[in-house]
């Protein structure tokens, strides 16, 4: 099982939009400093959004469409919507 995901980083007050498979560990790794443009916010990282996908395919094709709206408010949105608090 798949997983669409947002972060969502106080210290550069940003969002970061993924999709994995073991979410505890992509997470791990983004807190970590282990990619790029996610390093700048470690390690205050948290899960704002989680959407479950049956394929890896089904996972990234919601997750590059998330990605082209390119609407904070589209993202605070889907956010209010999910039940993660």
């Not at 940003?14 to 390093?39: Q, V, W």
């Not at 990282?45 to 709206?69: C, F, G, N």
């Not at 904070?72 to 209010?80: N, P, Q, S, V, W």
Request: aromatic share 10%; with cysteine.
């Amino acid at each position: 099982m798949y997983t669409v995901y947002i972060l969502y980083s106080p210290k550069i007050d940003r969002f970061y939009i993924g999709s994995a498979e073991d979410m505890s560990n992509r997470l791990s790794h983004h807190n970590c400093g282990a990619t790029p443009f996610t390093k700048r916010g470690a390690p205050e990282w948290k899960i704002v959004y989680l959407e479950p996908a049956d394929s890896k395919s089904e996972a990234r094709k919601r997750e590059l469409q998330i990605k082209r709206m390119k609407s904070r408010k589209y993202l605070l949105k889907l956010i209010d919507q999910s039940q993660i608090q």
